[in-house]
Protein backbone atom coordinates (compact mmCIF):
# COMPACT_ATOMS: atom_id res chain seq x y z
CA UNK A 1 0.00 0.00 0.00
CA UNK A 2 2.51 2.41 0.73
CA UNK A 3 4.26 1.27 -2.10
CA UNK A 4 1.30 2.38 -4.36
CA UNK A 5 1.36 5.61 -2.68
CA UNK A 6 5.03 6.75 -3.61
CA UNK A 7 4.21 5.64 -7.20
CA UNK A 8 1.33 7.94 -7.21
CA UNK A 9 3.04 10.82 -4.97
CA UNK A 10 6.02 10.41 -7.98
CA UNK A 11 3.51 10.27 -10.42
CA UNK A 12 2.15 13.82 -9.42
CA UNK A 13 5.57 15.39 -8.79
CA UNK A 14 6.53 14.26 -12.11
CA UNK A 15 3.35 15.71 -13.99
CA UNK A 16 3.62 19.30 -11.85
CA UNK A 17 7.47 19.38 -13.11
CA UNK A 18 6.74 19.09 -16.49
CA UNK A 19 3.73 20.91 -16.52
CA UNK A 20 5.53 24.24 -14.89
CA UNK A 21 8.60 23.89 -17.73
CA UNK A 22 5.97 23.57 -20.12
CA UNK A 23 4.52 26.92 -19.15
CA UNK A 24 7.94 28.24 -18.48
CA UNK A 25 8.37 27.92 -21.98
CA UNK A 26 5.58 29.24 -23.15
CA UNK A 27 5.84 32.20 -21.66
CA UNK A 28 9.35 32.98 -22.70
CA UNK A 29 8.24 32.52 -26.54
CA UNK A 30 5.30 34.47 -25.80
CA UNK A 31 7.70 37.53 -25.27
CA UNK A 32 9.37 37.47 -28.62
CA UNK A 33 12.62 38.23 -28.01
CA UNK A 34 12.65 39.48 -23.94
CA UNK A 35 14.31 36.57 -22.95
CA UNK A 36 17.05 37.35 -24.69
CA UNK A 37 19.79 35.60 -23.34
CA UNK A 38 18.28 32.54 -24.96
CA UNK A 39 18.87 33.65 -28.90
CA UNK A 40 22.45 34.61 -30.38
CA UNK A 41 23.75 38.36 -30.24
CA UNK A 42 24.59 39.79 -33.54
CA UNK A 43 28.20 40.49 -34.39
CA UNK A 44 29.95 43.44 -33.24
CA UNK A 45 26.08 44.32 -32.24
CA UNK A 46 24.39 44.69 -29.09
CA UNK A 47 21.09 43.67 -30.40
CA UNK A 48 19.76 39.88 -30.23
CA UNK A 49 17.90 38.11 -32.76
CA UNK A 50 14.47 39.05 -32.62
CA UNK A 51 14.86 41.54 -30.05
CA UNK A 52 12.00 43.58 -29.31
CA UNK A 53 13.72 46.31 -27.54
CA UNK A 54 15.60 47.22 -30.84
CA UNK A 55 14.50 50.88 -32.32
CA UNK A 56 11.50 50.35 -34.69
CA UNK A 57 12.27 51.53 -38.31
CA UNK A 58 10.91 55.36 -39.27
CA UNK A 59 7.59 55.27 -41.04
CA UNK A 60 7.53 56.84 -44.38
CA UNK A 61 5.78 57.46 -47.44
CA UNK A 62 6.88 55.96 -50.41
CA UNK A 63 6.93 57.43 -53.89
CA UNK A 64 5.52 57.20 -57.03
CA UNK A 65 7.79 56.01 -60.66
CA UNK A 66 8.04 58.41 -63.64
CA UNK A 67 6.52 58.48 -66.83
CA UNK A 68 7.80 60.21 -69.82
CA UNK A 69 4.91 62.73 -69.47
CA UNK A 70 4.67 63.08 -65.85
CA UNK A 71 7.52 62.74 -63.35
CA UNK A 72 6.91 60.91 -60.15
CA UNK A 73 6.72 61.93 -56.54
CA UNK A 74 9.39 61.43 -54.01
CA UNK A 75 8.89 59.87 -51.03
CA UNK A 76 8.19 61.77 -48.15
CA UNK A 77 11.84 62.09 -46.05
CA UNK A 78 13.66 63.39 -49.11
CA UNK A 79 15.28 66.31 -49.92
CA UNK A 80 14.02 67.66 -53.42
CA UNK A 81 17.30 68.54 -55.36
CA UNK A 82 14.62 70.05 -58.56
CA UNK A 83 11.01 70.05 -58.45
CA UNK A 84 10.63 71.38 -61.67
CA UNK A 85 10.30 75.26 -60.98
CA UNK A 86 13.83 76.80 -60.07
CA UNK A 87 17.17 76.02 -59.35
CA UNK A 88 17.58 77.30 -55.62
CA UNK A 89 19.53 74.12 -54.44
CA UNK A 90 21.78 74.71 -56.62
CA UNK A 91 24.99 77.46 -57.55
CA UNK A 92 27.22 77.51 -60.34
CA UNK A 93 30.92 75.57 -59.36
CA UNK A 94 32.35 78.99 -60.52
CA UNK A 95 30.66 80.85 -57.83
CA UNK A 96 27.35 82.67 -58.11
CA UNK A 97 23.86 81.53 -58.91
CA UNK A 98 23.59 78.26 -61.39
CA UNK A 99 22.65 79.89 -64.94
CA UNK A 100 21.19 76.70 -66.60
CA UNK A 101 17.66 77.49 -68.02
CA UNK A 102 15.17 76.12 -66.85
CA UNK A 103 11.60 75.88 -68.87
CA UNK A 104 8.63 73.21 -68.49
CA UNK A 105 9.26 71.18 -65.72
CA UNK A 106 13.10 70.80 -66.24
CA UNK A 107 16.80 72.59 -66.54
CA UNK A 108 18.52 72.29 -69.00
CA UNK A 109 22.51 72.45 -69.65
CA UNK A 110 23.66 76.44 -71.04
CA UNK A 111 26.71 75.23 -72.59
CA UNK A 112 29.99 77.36 -71.41
CA UNK A 113 28.41 78.29 -68.16
CA UNK A 114 30.09 75.55 -66.32
CA UNK A 115 29.25 73.02 -64.22
CA UNK A 116 26.39 73.77 -61.03
CA UNK A 117 26.63 71.83 -57.40
CA UNK A 118 24.41 71.38 -55.10
CA UNK A 119 24.73 74.23 -51.67
CA UNK A 120 24.18 71.24 -49.26
CA UNK A 121 26.74 68.88 -49.05
CA UNK A 122 25.84 65.31 -48.48
CA UNK A 123 27.62 61.83 -47.35
CA UNK A 124 26.01 58.38 -48.06
CA UNK A 125 22.97 58.93 -49.88
CA UNK A 126 20.71 57.87 -52.28
CA UNK A 127 20.12 59.66 -55.03
CA UNK A 128 17.58 59.99 -58.20
CA UNK A 129 17.65 61.92 -60.99
CA UNK A 130 16.29 61.65 -64.32
CA UNK A 131 18.16 63.18 -67.59
CA UNK A 132 16.78 63.31 -71.17
CA UNK A 133 19.37 64.02 -74.53
CA UNK A 134 18.99 66.00 -76.71
CA UNK A 135 17.44 65.27 -80.01
CA UNK A 136 18.09 65.35 -83.11
CA UNK A 137 21.13 64.14 -81.72
CA UNK A 138 24.29 65.30 -82.70
CA UNK A 139 28.44 64.55 -82.29
CA UNK A 140 30.22 61.27 -81.58
CA UNK A 141 31.75 59.57 -79.07
CA UNK A 142 32.17 61.94 -76.02
CA UNK A 143 30.68 64.57 -78.15
CA UNK A 144 27.70 62.70 -77.64
CA UNK A 145 25.12 64.44 -74.82
CA UNK A 146 27.60 64.37 -72.63
CA UNK A 147 26.96 65.50 -69.18
CA UNK A 148 27.80 63.75 -65.30
CA UNK A 149 26.57 63.35 -61.93
CA UNK A 150 29.80 64.11 -59.97
CA UNK A 151 28.91 62.08 -56.16
CA UNK A 152 30.72 64.13 -53.41
CA UNK A 153 31.47 66.46 -56.15
CA UNK A 154 34.58 64.19 -57.69
CA UNK A 155 33.37 60.97 -58.61
CA UNK A 156 31.55 60.72 -62.03
CA UNK A 157 28.82 58.62 -63.12
CA UNK A 158 28.76 58.80 -66.82
CA UNK A 159 25.75 60.68 -68.72
CA UNK A 160 26.14 60.32 -72.45
CA UNK A 161 24.06 59.52 -75.68
CA UNK A 162 25.29 55.88 -76.18
CA UNK A 163 22.35 55.01 -77.92
CA UNK A 164 24.18 53.35 -80.98
CA UNK A 165 26.90 55.67 -79.92
CA UNK A 166 30.34 53.97 -79.58
CA UNK A 167 32.93 55.29 -77.41
CA UNK A 168 35.61 53.65 -74.96
CA UNK A 169 33.45 51.17 -72.71
CA UNK A 170 34.56 52.86 -69.12
CA UNK A 171 33.59 56.22 -70.55
CA UNK A 172 29.97 55.37 -72.11
CA UNK A 173 26.22 56.26 -70.17
CA UNK A 174 26.17 54.02 -66.74
CA UNK A 175 29.95 53.75 -66.79
CA UNK A 176 32.19 55.09 -63.05
CA UNK A 177 33.63 57.12 -65.67
CA UNK A 178 37.26 55.98 -66.54
CA UNK A 179 36.98 52.96 -64.30
CA UNK A 180 34.24 50.78 -64.09
CA UNK A 181 32.25 50.49 -67.59
CA UNK A 182 28.36 50.14 -66.67
CA UNK A 183 27.48 46.21 -66.49
CA UNK A 184 25.02 46.77 -69.77
CA UNK A 185 24.04 48.99 -72.19
CA UNK A 186 20.32 50.20 -71.06
CA UNK A 187 20.50 53.59 -72.93
CA UNK A 188 16.91 54.83 -73.75
CA UNK A 189 17.10 57.00 -77.84
CA UNK A 190 18.02 60.73 -77.17
CA UNK A 191 14.61 62.94 -76.04
CA UNK A 192 13.28 60.23 -73.93
CA UNK A 193 13.38 60.38 -70.09
CA UNK A 194 15.94 58.28 -68.66
CA UNK A 195 16.10 57.77 -64.95
CA UNK A 196 19.30 56.94 -62.46
CA UNK A 197 18.96 55.85 -59.15
CA UNK A 198 21.87 54.92 -57.29
CA UNK A 199 23.53 54.51 -53.63
CA UNK A 200 27.01 55.78 -52.83
CA UNK A 201 29.07 55.85 -49.26
CA UNK A 202 32.13 57.81 -49.25
CA UNK A 203 35.70 56.49 -48.30
CA UNK A 204 36.22 56.13 -43.92
CA UNK A 205 39.36 57.48 -43.09
CA UNK A 206 41.48 56.48 -40.29
CA UNK A 207 44.66 57.97 -39.05
CA UNK A 208 44.66 60.04 -42.32
CA UNK A 209 44.83 57.19 -45.24
CA UNK A 210 41.58 55.63 -46.44
CA UNK A 211 40.60 52.79 -44.46
CA UNK A 212 37.29 51.81 -46.39
CA UNK A 213 37.19 53.14 -50.70
CA UNK A 214 34.45 54.91 -51.71
CA UNK A 215 31.57 52.60 -53.37
CA UNK A 216 28.54 53.08 -55.75
CA UNK A 217 25.34 50.75 -57.04
CA UNK A 218 23.70 52.43 -59.87
CA UNK A 219 20.23 51.44 -61.50
CA UNK A 220 19.47 52.67 -65.33
CA UNK A 221 15.95 52.71 -66.22
CA UNK A 222 15.57 50.16 -63.02
CA UNK A 223 18.23 47.79 -64.78
CA UNK A 224 21.48 47.36 -62.10
CA UNK A 225 24.96 49.27 -64.27
CA UNK A 226 27.26 49.29 -61.09
CA UNK A 227 27.13 46.89 -58.55
CA UNK A 228 28.61 48.22 -55.67
CA UNK A 229 31.71 49.10 -57.83
CA UNK A 230 34.75 50.16 -55.71
CA UNK A 231 36.11 54.01 -56.54
CA UNK A 232 39.82 53.74 -57.28
CA UNK A 233 39.74 57.54 -56.83
CA UNK A 234 37.97 60.94 -58.86
CA UNK A 235 37.43 59.96 -61.98
CA UNK A 236 39.55 63.09 -63.70
CA UNK A 237 42.89 62.95 -61.55
CA UNK A 238 45.64 59.77 -60.92
CA UNK A 239 44.40 56.66 -59.15
CA UNK A 240 44.19 55.80 -56.32
CA UNK A 241 43.56 59.65 -54.61
CA UNK A 242 40.80 60.10 -52.79
CA UNK A 243 39.16 63.32 -51.65
CA UNK A 244 39.56 64.07 -48.03
CA UNK A 245 36.29 64.28 -45.76
CA UNK A 246 33.24 61.99 -46.07
CA UNK A 247 30.72 64.77 -47.58
CA UNK A 248 30.74 66.75 -50.60
CA UNK A 249 28.20 67.93 -53.08
CA UNK A 250 26.12 66.59 -55.66
CA UNK A 251 27.76 68.31 -59.00
CA UNK A 252 26.31 68.18 -62.74
CA UNK A 253 28.43 68.55 -65.60
CA UNK A 254 28.58 71.30 -69.07
CA UNK A 255 30.27 69.46 -71.10
CA UNK A 256 29.01 71.92 -73.78
CA UNK A 257 26.20 69.35 -74.96
CA UNK A 258 22.53 70.71 -74.30
CA UNK A 259 21.01 67.94 -71.83
CA UNK A 260 18.35 68.20 -69.36
CA UNK A 261 17.25 66.98 -66.17
CA UNK A 262 14.19 66.57 -64.00
CA UNK A 263 12.70 65.12 -60.74
CA UNK A 264 15.75 65.15 -58.52
CA UNK A 265 16.03 64.22 -54.97
CA UNK A 266 18.25 63.04 -52.65
CA UNK A 267 18.15 60.34 -49.63
CA UNK A 268 20.49 60.85 -46.56
CA UNK A 269 21.98 57.13 -45.43
CA UNK A 270 21.91 57.29 -41.55
CA UNK A 271 22.84 54.36 -39.37
CA UNK A 272 20.04 52.64 -37.61
MG1 LIG B 1 30.71 63.40 -68.60
Redesign the pocket.
Given at each position: MMKRNLIVALVVLISVAVAGLTAFQLRANGRQGTKSEHRPRLPGSKWYVHDMHRPQPRVMTPGTFSTQETPGRPPSDAIVLFDGKDLSKWQSVNDGPARWKVEDGYFQVVPGTGDIETKEKFGAVQVHLEWSEPTPPHGTSQGRG???VFLQGEY?I???DSFHNITYPDGQCGAV?GQHPPLVNVCRPPGEWQTYDLVFTPAVWQGGRVRIPPYVTVFQNGVLVQNYAKIYGPTKEAIPHYVPGAIGPLRL?D?HNAVRYRNIWIREIRPE
Open positions: NSGEQVLYQH
